[in-house]
């Protein structure tokens, strides 16, 4: 079955902010350019993505690896299927699902990434994070950022549109990360060899909504990421849940239990407490794409 490709990955159609709520956020994104100024890596992410009628869509987001994601994909079509009038599309979508969750065939020498099934095409994806550095660490939460409406994740249903109107401060945000991947010195050479051929083949770069992970700060330069999270106030719940549930075990030591109250009633980004700083910082997501849509995983991005 022939599908569409990608029209307009390689522009970007860049915008000056007229609406009053969208130029306040613009201003706020400016001024934090000019505090935290510097781009790095901080984590890869995998999930799944689903082609409809020449569109790409994000079904969800969070594994940890390609393995992850085929395992949730499968689960989101058994889930599909469940809905599904045609009973060759159901039977088709839960054959996909039972194959996926069967695990890789030893006789195949890599991993699939990509398939067809009810009509769509399905395709594991690879999303990078990246942070915004200044002298203090990485940017914390915005006053413009906001929570996602509904229990759903902000991410999921998220339409891949590379020539949707796009800001100056995400246009350069987008024309930075272009070109952008670890030293050369810190890949082996397939590693190196693949991240070129990512660039080169998904020259494209659109910007997710953003997430969001409760750090604690450790040194001047040394920050431990406790817990993620898709709008800056469930993230806040999410490290004080942590503080108080997970990390000392039980009882809960009077620090820690002082910690979390003093979490939960803040509505800023940073916030100390007995000796702990902590901070919501801001997770810039970035999928490359390409003439034939969003890039799959790399070769060494399998375990």
């Not at 594994?63 to 994601?69: L, M």
């Not at 065939?105 to 395709?123: F, I, K, L, N, S």
């Not at 994070?129 to 006053?143: I, M, N, S, V």
């Not at 992970?213 to 898709?230: C, F």
């Amino acid at each position: 079955m022939a599908f569409e490709g990608m029209q307009g990955y390689d522009l970007i159609n860049a915008i000056k902010a007229v609406d009053p709520v969208l130029a306040v956020r613009e201003q706020e994104a400016i001024e934090r350019m000019k505090t935290y100024g510097r781009i790095a890596p901080v984590e890869t992410e995998f999930g799944c993505a689903e082609q409809v009628k020449g569109h790409w869509r994000i079904l969800n987001l969070g594994g940890r690896c390609p393995r992850e994601a085929r395992d949730e994909l499968a689960l989101w079509l058994t889930d599909r299927a469940e809905i599904e009038d045609s009973p060759d599309d159901r039977d088709e979508l839960l054959g996909l699902a039972r194959d996926l969750e069967l695990g890789l065939d030893p006789a195949v020498p890599r991993p699939r990434h990509e398939w067809v099934a009810a009509g769509r095409r399905y395709r594991i994806v690879r999303v990078d994070g990246y942070a915004l550095l200044g002298e203090d660490g990485p940017e914390p939460a915005r006053h413009t950022d906001t929570e996602p409406i509904g229990p759903i994740s902000s991410v999921a249903g998220f339409w891949l549109d590379p020539m949707a109107p796009t800001t100056l401060t995400e246009t350069a945000v987008r024309l930075e990360l272009v070109n952008q991947h670890p030293p050369r010195e810190a890949m082996s050479d397939s590693e190196w060899q693949a991240t070129i051929e990512a660039i080169l083949g998904h020259p494209g770069v659109i910007l997710l909504p953003v997430c969001f992970t409760g750090l604690e700060r450790l040194g001047d330069d040394d920050w431990d990421p406790l817990v993620h999270g898709d709008g800056p106030q469930s993230t806040r719940q999410a490290l004080a849940d942590f503080l108080r549930d997970e990390l000392p075990g039980l009882p809960v030591p009077p620090e820690f239990e002082a910690a979390a109250r003093a979490i939960e009633s803040e509505t800023r980004p940073d916030f100390t407490t007995d000796g702990h700083a902590f901070r919501i910082a801001r997770i810039i997501r970035a999928l490359r794409v390409g003439p034939d849509g969003p890039e799959p995983p790399r070769p060494h991005d399998e375990i």
